[in-house]
């Protein structure tokens, strides 16, 4: 089920611990809150909705996805842009994200898996494994 959204930025600011197969039903409220969102939001990681598990939820170009324990392993080409997000109030803020990521995460199986993104679902991804680590924009 849908889930409220966390605005407390000490909250947000804790970073998660490691998901196991008993958040499964995390996942699945996070997937049910980003899709509730869906016209205004492309990933949400666990802690906006209140549980500080290492879990991230995105549109993948159509294909909503979701990692357990998502890692950044490398990146490559810097640039900088503006982002928003719904758990922080206010106007969207600049940071500095990487046109190609390639992450380490755990599947729905709590499988490895190693895959490379790029373009704006790599942006998406780099904003919701912060939020996993308590980084806020």
């Known amino acids: 089920m849908g889930r ?17 197969k008993q958040d499964a039903a995390v996942a ?3 997937l049910d ?9 492309v990933g949400m990681a666990a802690n906006m909705i209140g ?5 991230i939820a995105f549109n993948d170009n159509g294909k909503y996805t979701v990692m357990y324990n998502p890692e950044i392993i490398s990146k490559a080409a810097p640039y900088e842009t503006e982002e928003g997000c719904l758990s922080l109030l206010g106007e969207p803020r600049k940071t500095t994200r990487y046109k190609t990521v390639k992450v380490k995460f ?10 490379s993104y790029s373009g704006f679902t790599a942006q998406i991804i780099q904003h919701e494994i912060d ?7």
């Open 4 to 20: 409220e959204l966390v605005h407390d930025p000490l909250f947000l600011g804790i970073k998660s611990k490691a998901a196991t």
């Open 28 to 30: 699945q409220d996070l």
């Open 33 to 41: 809150t980003l899709t509730a969102h869906r016209e205004t939001c």
């Open 51 to 55: 549980k500080a598990v290492s879990i």
């Open 106 to 115: 755990q599947d729905g199986s709590f499988q490895w898996k190693t895959k």
């Open 131 to 137: 939020h996993c680590n308590g980084v806020l924009i």
